[in-house]
């Protein structure tokens, strides 16, 4: 079976940082898309960022535009890991952060939660 395991939420000062991890374990074959939503109060379900594990560089990346030039995506095949590295942190960056990942390229409706089969139990960031 699939499984996600989050790690590196937490509470954090506004303009700090954090960095999330997303571990994957029980794919069979190489090449998914994998990132992270977030539940907040004020928004509901928000598509953070996401990006391709396929392929020798890094590919298929998205952000949101309320993130982006302060989230960086990254990921570590050998891990089977994809990072959030979370900086300039802002009060409504604060939710619970929920690891997504399918067995396809990113598509342009990459935050469409329902397309994702795997999901994580989430990991809370709260900034204050």
């Known amino acids: 079976d699939v499984q996600l395991v989050e790690s590196g939420g937490g509470s954090v000062q506004a303009g700090g940082s954090l960095r999330l991890s997303c571990k994957a374990s029980?794919?069979?074959?190489?090449?998914?898309?994998m990132g992270w939503f977030r539940q907040t109060p004020g928004k509901g379900l928000e598509g953070v960022a996401v990006?391709?594990?396929?392929?020798?560089?890094?590919?298929?990346?998205y952000y949101a535009d309320s993130v982006k030039g302060r989230f960086t995506i990254s990921r570590n095949n050998g891990e089977n890991t994809v990072y959030l590295q979370m900086d300039s942190l802002q009060p409504d960056d604060t939710g619970v952060y929920i690891c997504a990942a399918d067995r396809y390229p990113c598509p342009p409706y990459w935050t469409d939660y329902g397309w994702y089969v795997d999901r994580g139990q989430g990991t809370q960031v709260t900034v204050s």
């Open positions: 990006i391709f594990t396929g392929g020798p560089t890094p590919s298929s990346i």
């Open positions: 029980g794919y069979t074959y190489n090449g998914v898309c």
